[in-house]
């Protein structure tokens, strides 16, 4: 249609990229899984190629340089390829994990790719039929890292051109869960009369302005227990009247966390249904993969997870299902025993043993405990520091397994 | 918190039961064995903390009661409240009714309880005999550690935790160790990690085979345009070389081509036109030229014939001696005719001549005369002899018979008289046949005998048949013995074979007796003198002789008429000899007259006759026609000399030659006069002819010598020689020029024109061409090879990246890694976790430790003196490696397991009391004991029932007991006489 221009935004493809947080799977999951980020970008294009878009946006993070594979850039170029069969042109722009000075692998793109080339704003005008179409600004981060505020530089410079598309990966100054690039406040945006902000860098689909259309679309593939539900594009279709934005799934699989009370489970069997039935969920039409917290008042349930109960029962459900073709897999399931009153209490006996032992555990460090281990040398190779929540929760669940053994499976044991 | 009643609906054996509790803080309950002093006491518990479902049937009452009851408490805080369980109402959870009259759940009874739950309190604040009856059990060393961890936590099992921990642990992790799960999976990870850096590194190498690449990609382009240069240079000058020999042609021509002055008046088609105008002249010239030779050729040969010609009086001569000629013609003819035909005659005549052969020769003829009677006498001579002879040849043929007869009975005489028997033998032979016929008379009955021996020999062989048959007979009775043992049967062979032996013989003997009869009668008579063989032999021999003496006698007879015979014919003999000798002489005669008859037999002479008369006549025919042959040679001789005569005037001398030569002369001389005549004639007409036509052609000729002339002049010559040396040299000019043209388009085929004329002015040397082209291939030959090798690397190169593209190792390996790390993260935090309770477990037993130890130490201690009624005065916590000490009155050290079982006891409930005492200085829930005095003298009974009836002014003590002594002893408390069972003395 005259007057308007379509076109897809993605970001954060982190193609080939290790998933986090996944220990153990079986090995056609596990290829599945490795090869879900391409399957995702392949989904894009084929999206791009089935709307008939007029180009596609990509913001920053394309790859991680850090782990960077050559498969990677390989399977980028190869899509540009079939997008430029298609007429279909890519703007991208490089963000802090695939800054150009980082990457290892010269790859040649196809014509119908423009990349952004450092971090001045510049931009590119796209034309249809003779006609310019649009104005795409954007940068790219050449080192690992940009402090500056890049929102404030835009400037619109053709006001010929009807459509003008800005690029920036960065997160909102406020934003303080990840690391902050490219900080900008929304004021900053909303007011350079961009009719489009794409952005990228927040892995969480984010609208964050309806007008104009300030947008984070997420990533295309959700590569941790955090990076849960639908991942994917947006389709945005731009004419005088605004912006229309849709937003397409990409994800080849998705991850999934789910909490389940199972406190009135009392034989094994009863849980290994409850399980089940919670984690198929017929409307979800990809595989999963699940995060399963199950909580629980029953105390016969921690005794469960002592003897290794819960995890035969969560391999046995992975056994069945994981083999189906839309496969459904728990890479990870905690019981969250909530000793009603029961903490509480202790903690205020003062003079019980476990109220001695919450009372320690609240004060004490355990980095000397474990530095056996994270700081054995060969080990500490492969270990991540521990983050502070990461101990508490370690803490958490000795002080859990403690109380449990010294208080309950104890005592019924007697 | 104090138990003021407890209200049983059910409860194992108790039913409807109500028990008080409100009396005394201290309550003893009494109860002899299975009076159900532990129900009780399960119950209490049951009422507080609730039992899951399967306690709780363990403890469903019997009698169908339904389980459950109520216990009333009475709290400080709010005043009294009841709390109700059932198992069969909620599950067996609590509902509580205060004061208020509010209903209140579990959870509120559990913030009552302050948390206490159901294991804590049973460590805390009851214990039973039975719990000293598990320590009995245990090891004496563990005795401290164990009262201790009971002490401390309420629980026995803090060892169990730290084993089953370090267990864990070390499955998990060990820092030198190998196989524990942590340990592989670092090796795991130090593997992959290796292969990841090595795909790394390849990885890495991807950038700087790219650049190469691009390197490689620049630099065949460069070679690919030096390639192209250096062809394009080849090729010009390849084109060069083979343009070479048109370039040469080239300055050539052009050199040639400067010869030439720059024009010649020489105008295009002058050439074409001299060239008609001569065609037309030509034949013109040719012509009138012929005519001419023609014209002088005809007066020359006119002249010429008028020379050679005869006069005419000679003419005419001629023709009269060519009349004349006609008659000697004639006469030769007739001469030839008759000289052929007296040949033919001759030849005739000496054909007949050959025939008669006879040796007379055509000459002879003339010689030969006939006389009329010659022919007679040679006739009748021929008669005659043919007489005589036939007379002699009669006489021969009969001598010859009469010869031959003679001769025969001669040899027929000869022969029989050799066969004639001498006279003696004659005489003996007759006397011999005589005396034979008297022998004969004599011998008549000599033929008897003859006979006898026929039936002699007929005799013996019917003898020798019966012998045989009786033979067979016998011998078939023989047989018919063997078979049947019969005596008649023997008897019978025996008859028959003397039967037959017996006629044998007899017959034998017969013949015998005759025979020697007969010869007896033959010896009668003696041995004759002549033989009848000897008397026919005679006889046939006499006979014989008697014939041969007829036959001689008759042969004697014929001799002597032959002899006659002879006589005769030798007289008539005598008579032909006398004719012969006459007719010799008659026949001499005629030989002398006509010898030639000599050769001729007489009986021919009159055949040869008649030939001869014909032959001779023959002869004189032939005479004749030589004569008219020799009047006709007068004749001829006659002509000839006329003819001869003529040759001889005309040429002055006679010419040699026949007359018909001559004759054939005299007809050339009159043919070559006419024909000469003719010939003038014809060349006058001829001679006339030519002269016309002569002017004809000058006419035409005019012409087109005047169209020649116009020509000249335009070439500016005078002469044709000089007008065709012009047209050479225009024309050569013309030729040299085309040539340049077509030279120079087709070198422009090869160059562009600018090209062109930078190459007409360039000095091409061949082989400077060569040596350059030979550079320019070689160059192209190390730029080409140069480029397939870089080619083949670029090509290598392009593999390997597009391998190096395709290649999923890295990426999967960085996978795998990943997730391994991942794993180890999770083991190293269920690791952590472990460690952490471990060192919480240790730290908080150490603290605990510190901090209620002494205190539990001291109370133990007061208790432990007080229920020992103070033979021990202190009591030691155990130390490291030591037991729990207990120091006697009198400063003896005695470590727990020297203690008696009694003391042990006492000990261990002084450990429970402090320690309830000290823990449950908050809680106050009430104590309950249940036997745990079993072992306790009267004196210790009644000091612990003093201590706790101390500590039950604090806290509500509730004694389970049987032993009487104890209830004895309580004096501040209440005694509840458990039912049925309670007696009291």
């Known amino acids: 249609m005259p007057g308007q221009i379509s076109f897809l935004h993605a970001a954060d493809l982190h193609l080939d990229s290790p998933f986090k947080g996944l220990a153990r799977v079986p090995e056609a999951i596990f290829k599945e899984i490795q090869e879900s980020t391409f399957i995702a970008l392949n989904r894009l294009a084929n999206t791009a190629i089935d709307k008939q878009v007029d180009f596609v946006l990509l913001v920053g993070d394309l790859f991680d340089n850090e782990k960077q594979s050559l498969k990677a850039q390989i399977r980028l170029r190869d899509v540009f390829k079939k997008l430029k069969h298609h007429h279909i042109n890519v703007y991208l722009s490089y963000g802090n994990h695939d800054y150009r000075n980082g990457n290892k692998y010269p790859i040649e793109y196809p014509e119908n790719v423009f990349i952004f080339p450092d971090e001045t704003i510049r931009h590119f005008t796209y034309e249809k039929n003779g006609q310019k179409q649009a104005a795409i600004y954007g940068f790219s981060y050449e080192n690992r890292a940009v402090h500056e505020n890049k929102a404030k530089q835009f400037t619109i410079n053709d006001d010929?051109?009807?459509?003008?598309?800005?690029?920036?990966?960065?997160?909102?100054?406020?934003?303080?869960e990840h690391d902050v690039y490219a900080p900008f406040h929304l004021t900053d945006l909303s007011s350079k009369g961009v009719d489009y902000w794409a952005l990228g860098h927040i892995h969480k689909r984010a609208v964050l302005s309806e007008k104009p259309p300030i947008v984070y679309p997420g990533n295309i593939q959700g590569r941790n227990r955090k990076e849960s539900g639908e991942k994917g594009c947006y389709h945005v279709v731009l004419s005088k009247s605004g912006a229309k934005l849709s937003f397409v799934p990409l994800h080849a699989l998705r991850f999934n966390t789910i909490t389940k009370d199972i406190s009135q489970c009392k034989q094994p069997h009863e849980l290994e249904t409850v399980i089940r039935n919670t984690i198929i969920d017929r409307s979800i039409p990809e595989a999963q993969l699940i995060t399963l917290y199950l909580t629980s008042t029953n105390p016969v349930h921690w005794q469960w997870e002592t003897d290794g109960l819960i995890d035969d029962l969560t391999e046995l459900i992975n056994?069945?299902?994981?083999?189906?073709?839309?496969?459904?897999?728990?890479?990870?399931?905690?019981?969250?025993?909530?000793?009603?009153?029961?903490?509480?209490?202790?903690?205020?006996?003062g003079q019980h043993f476990v109220g001695e032992l919450m009372r320690h555990t609240a004060n004490v460090s355990i980095q000397p405990f474990v530095k056996d281990l994270y700081q054995h040398r060969e080990a500490r190779k492969y270990l991540e520091r521990m983050q502070d929540h990461e101990e508490e929760s370690i803490k958490k669940e000795a002080q859990q397994y403690l109380i449990r053994e010294l208080l309950h499976n104890g005592g019924e044991s007697q | 918190?104090?138990?003021?009643?407890?209200?049983?609906?059910?409860?194992?054996?108790?039913?409807?039961?109500?028990?008080?509790?409100?009396?005394?803080?201290?309550?003893?309950?009494?109860?002899?064995?299975?009076?159900?002093?532990?129900?009780?006491?399960?119950?209490i518990l049951f009422m507080l903390f609730g039992l899951p479902p399967k306690k709780r049937a363990f403890f469903r009452p019997k009698t169908g009661a339904k389980m459950g009851g109520r216990l009333t408490i009475y709290d400080e805080e709010i005043g009294e409240y009841t709390i109700e369980r059932f198992d069969a109402a909620r599950n067996g959870a609590a509902l509580c009714y205060t004061g208020d009259g509010n209903k209140h759940d579990e959870e509120w009874l559990k913030n009552r309880l302050q948390g206490m739950t159901f294991p804590t309190y049973q460590s805390i604040f009851s214990f039973s005999a039975a719990d000293l009856f598990v320590l009995n059990e245990m090891k004496e060393e563990d005795l401290g550690d164990v009262l201790l961890s009971i002490g401390l936590t309420g629980s026995r099992n803090i060892q169990a935790i730290e084993k089953r921990l370090d267990a864990q642990l070390a499955e998990l992790f060990k820092p030198y160790g190998k196989k524990p799960i942590i340990n592989k999976q670092i090796a795991t990870l130090d593997e992959l990690h290796t292969s990841l850096s090595a795909y790394e590194k390849d990885e890495a190498a991807y950038r700087d085979k790219k650049e190469k690449l691009d390197t490689l990609e620049t630099e065949i382009g460069r070679l690919k345009i030096k390639l192209h240069e250096e062809k394009s240079c080849l090729s010009a000058i390849e084109k060069k070389l083979h343009a070479?020999?048109?370039?040469?042609?080239?300055?050539?021509?052009?050199?040639?081509?400067?010869?030439?002055?720059?024009?010649?008046?020489?105008?295009?088609?002058?050439?074409?036109?001299y060239n008609v105008v001569k065609e037309q002249l030509l034949p013109l010239q040719?012509?009138?030229?012929?005519?001419?030779?023609?014209?002088?050729?005809?007066?020359?040969?006119?002249?010429?014939?008028?020379?050679?010609?005869?006069?005419?009086?000679?003419?005419?001569?001629?023709?009269?001696l060519l009349e004349q000629s006609a008659a000697f013609l004639d006469i030769e003819k007739e001469l030839n005719k008759l000289r052929e035909a007296q040949k033919q005659k001759e030849m005739q005549i000496t054909t007949l001549l050959n025939q008669l052969n006879t040796g007379i020769t055509l000459p002879d003829l003339a010689s030969i005369t006939l006389t009329f009677h010659t022919e007679e006498t040679w006739n009748s001579l021929a008669g005659e002899t043919n007489?005589?002879?036939?007379?002699?040849?009669?006489?021969?043929?009969?001598?010859?018979?009469?010869?031959?007869?003679?001769?025969?009975?001669?040899?027929?005489?000869?022969?029989?008289?050799?066969?004639?028997?001498?006279?003696?033998?004659?005489?003996?032979?007759?006397?011999?046949?005589?005396?034979?016929?008297?022998?004969?008379?004599?011998?008549?009955?000599?033929?008897?005998?003859?006979?006898?021996?026929?039936?002699?020999?007929?005799?013996?062989?019917?003898?020798?048949?019966?012998?045989?048959?009786?033979?067979?007979?016998?011998?078939?009775?023989?047989?018919?013995?063997?078979?049947?043992?019969?005596?008649?049967?023997?008897?019978?062979?025996?008859?028959?074979?003397?039967?037959?032996?017996?006629?044998?013989?007899?017959?034998?003997?017969?013949?015998?007796?005759?025979?020697?009869?007969?010869?007896?009668?033959?010896?009668?008579?003696?041995?004759?003198?002549?033989?009848?063989?000897?008397?026919?032999?005679?006889?046939?021999?006499?006979?014989?002789?008697?014939?041969?003496?007829?036959?001689?006698?008759?042969?004697?007879?014929?001799?002597?008429?032959?002899?006659?015979?002879?006589?005769?014919?030798?007289?008539?003999?005598?008579?032909?000899?006398?004719?012969?000798?006459?007719?010799?002489?008659?026949?001499?005669?005629?030989?002398?007259?006509?010898?030639?008859?000599?050769?001729?037999?007489?009986?021919?002479?009159?055949?040869?006759?008649?030939?001869?008369?014909?032959?001779?006549?023959?002869?004189?025919?032939?005479?004749?026609?030589?004569?008219?042959?020799?009047?006709?040679?007068?004749?001829?001789?006659?002509?000839?000399?006329?003819?001869?005569?003529?040759?001889?005037?005309?040429?002055?001398?006679?010419?040699?030659?026949?007359?018909?030569?001559?004759?054939?002369?005299?007809?050339?001389?009159?043919?070559?006069?006419?024909?000469?005549?003719?010939?003038i004639a014809q060349y006058n007409g001829w001679i006339k002819e030519n002269i016309e036509e002569q002017e004809i052609v000058e006419q035409k000729m005019a012409v087109y010598q005047k169209e020649r002339e116009r020509l000249y002049q335009a070439a500016d010559v005078k002469t044709e020689e000089a007008f065709f040396q012009k047209a050479k040299e225009w024309e050569e000019k013309q030729k040299i020029s085309t040539r340049l043209a077509e030279i120079t388009d087709q070198l422009l085929s090869i160059f562009a024109e600018e090209e062109l004329e930078r190459i007409k002015t360039e000095l091409l040397i061949e082989h400077e061409l060569k040596e350059e082209q030979e550079t320019h291939t070689a160059a192209i030959q190390r730029i080409e090879s140069e480029l397939d090798a870089k080619r083949q690397e670029l090509a290598d190169r392009n593999a390997d990246l597009a391998r190096m593209e395709s290649s999923v190792t890295y990426s999967s390996t960085l996978h795998r890694f990943c997730m391994e790390q991942e794993q180890l993260a999770e083991l190293a935090r269920k690791w952590a976790v472990l460690k952490t309770a471990k060192e919480l477990l240790a730290d908080t037993k150490r603290n605990y430790r510190e901090k209620y130890i002494t205190k539990v130490i001291e109370k133990t201690s007061a208790y432990f003196a007080e229920l020992t009624n103070n033979a021990y005065k202190e009591v030691f916590a155990p130390t490291e490696g030591q037991l729990f000490q207990v120091v006697s009155a009198n400063d003896i050290h005695y470590t727990v397991n020297e203690l008696s079982q009694g003391t042990t006891d006492q000990l261990y409930v002084s450990l429970r009391i402090a320690i309830s005492e000290v823990m449950s200085e908050k809680h106050r829930l009430p104590f309950i004991i249940d036997d745990a005095f079993v072992h306790f003298d009267l004196y210790r009974t009644k000091n612990i029932m003093r201590i706790l009836t101390k500590i039950a002014e604090s806290q509500q003590v509730i004694l389970l007991t049987c032993k009487k002594d104890l209830k004895d002893t309580v004096y501040n408390g209440e005694i509840v006489y458990l039912e049925n069972t309670v007696r009291i003395s």
């Open chain 2, 244 to 273: 070479l020999p048109l370039i040469h042609q080239y300055h050539h021509y052009a050199k040639q081509l400067a010869v030439f002055p720059d024009a010649i008046p020489f105008p295009k088609d002058v050439r074409d036109r």
């Open chain 1, 160 to 176: 010929t051109v009807p459509f003008h598309i800005a690029m920036l990966h960065g997160s909102l100054r406020s934003n303080t």
């Open chain 2, 1 to 43: 918190m104090i138990v003021t009643r407890a209200t049983i609906d059910g409860f194992g054996k108790w039913y409807d039961q109500s028990i008080d509790f409100s009396q005394d803080s201290l309550t003893c309950l009494y109860g002899e064995n299975e009076s159900g002093k532990s129900t009780l006491y399960q119950f």
């Open chain 1, 319 to 349: 056994e069945s299902l994981s083999q189906q073709t839309k496969w459904v897999y728990i890479y990870q399931c905690r019981l969250n025993s909530t000793r009603n009153g029961i903490d509480k209490s202790m903690e205020e006996q």
């Open chain 2, 387 to 679: 007489q005589l002879e036939l007379e002699w040849n009669q006489q021969e043929q009969e001598e010859r018979v009469a010869k031959r007869q003679r001769d025969e009975l001669q040899t027929q005489q000869e022969e029989l008289k050799s066969h004639l028997l001498p006279e003696q033998r004659v005489g003996e032979l007759t006397a011999t046949i005589r005396a034979y016929q008297q022998q004969t008379d004599m011998m008549n009955d000599t033929s008897n005998q003859r006979e006898w021996q026929q039936m002699k020999s007929g005799k013996e062989k019917s003898a020798n048949t019966i012998l045989a048959g009786s033979l067979i007979l016998a011998m078939l009775n023989g047989i018919g013995l063997l078979f049947f043992d019969n005596k008649p049967m023997l008897g019978i062979m025996l008859i028959t074979l003397i039967i037959g032996f017996g006629q044998w013989f007899f017959r034998k003997h017969s013949i015998k007796e005759t025979e020697r009869m007969l010869q007896w009668r033959q010896a009668q008579f003696p041995e004759p003198a002549i033989t009848q063989k000897t008397y026919e032999e005679a006889e046939s021999l006499l006979a014989f002789h008697t014939k041969n003496e007829t036959d001689l006698a008759v042969i004697q007879d014929q001799l002597q008429s032959v002899d006659v015979q002879f006589l005769k014919l030798s007289e008539r003999r005598n008579a032909l000899d006398v004719k012969q000798d006459r007719i010799n002489q008659q026949m001499e005669q005629q030989y002398d007259n006509y010898p030639f008859l000599c050769d001729i037999d007489i009986s021919y002479w009159v055949p040869f006759y008649h030939s001869l008369k014909n032959i001779l006549q023959l002869h004189e025919e032939a005479g004749q026609m030589e004569h008219q042959q020799s009047k006709l040679r007068q004749k001829k001789a006659a002509l000839e000399q006329n003819i001869n005569r003529f040759f001889q005037e005309r040429n002055g001398e006679a010419l040699s030659g026949s007359v018909e030569a001559k004759m054939i002369m005299l007809e050339n001389l009159a043919r070559d006069y006419q024909q000469a005549n003719d010939l």
């Open chain 2, 286 to 320: 040719s012509e009138y030229s012929g005519l001419a030779a023609n014209l002088t050729k005809y007066r020359a040969k006119t002249e010429q014939l008028k020379e050679t010609k005869a006069d005419e009086a000679t003419y005419k001569q001629v023709k009269q």
